[in-house]
């Protein structure tokens, strides 16, 4: 599988963006799907997660009620619509492919894109 990740951008604090993840690979659909973020100094982490099925969503507290995650297995991708955005937003976002049911882990993940660059200014 090799993905895609687009629609980063800059946006001012309250503002939203979509960043959506194009994938390549017949087997899309039998993968779980998640997004990561990376700021500057800190580590990696999980922001929200979708099953194969999309019938499971999963999100990190602190995106949680502001970030969905969605995908469509018949045009291969996986979206991210991010709402009420604040400046501890602000980093490089992942998508990840893994065969695993469920990890928030990025040690997990087997499949990665490139990373596209979200700033919000305050």
């Known amino acids: 599988v090799q993905l895609q990740a687009s629609g980063g951008g800059l946006v001012q604090a309250g503002g939203s963006l979509r960043l959506s993840c194009a994938a390549s690979?017949?087997?899309?659909?039998?993968?779980?799907m998640g997004w990561f973020r990376q700021a500057p100094g800190k580590e990696r982490e999980f922001v929200a997660g979708?099953?194969?099925?999309?019938?499971?969503?999963y999100y990190a507290s602190s995106v949680k009620g502001r970030f969905t995650i969605s995908r469509d297995n018949a045009k291969n991708t996986v979206d991210l619509q991010m709402n009420s955005l604040k400046p501890d937003d602000t980093a490089v976002y992942y998508c990840?492919?893994?065969?695993?049911?469920?990890?928030?882990?990025?040690?997990?993940?087997?499949?990665w894109g490139q990373g596209t660059q979200v700033t919000v200014s305050s």
């Open positions: 990840a492919a893994t065969l695993q049911i469920y990890s928030s882990l990025w040690t997990s993940y087997d499949y």
């Open positions: 690979g017949r087997t899309f659909s039998r993968y779980y």
């Open positions: 979708i099953t194969w099925s999309a019938g499971n969503t």
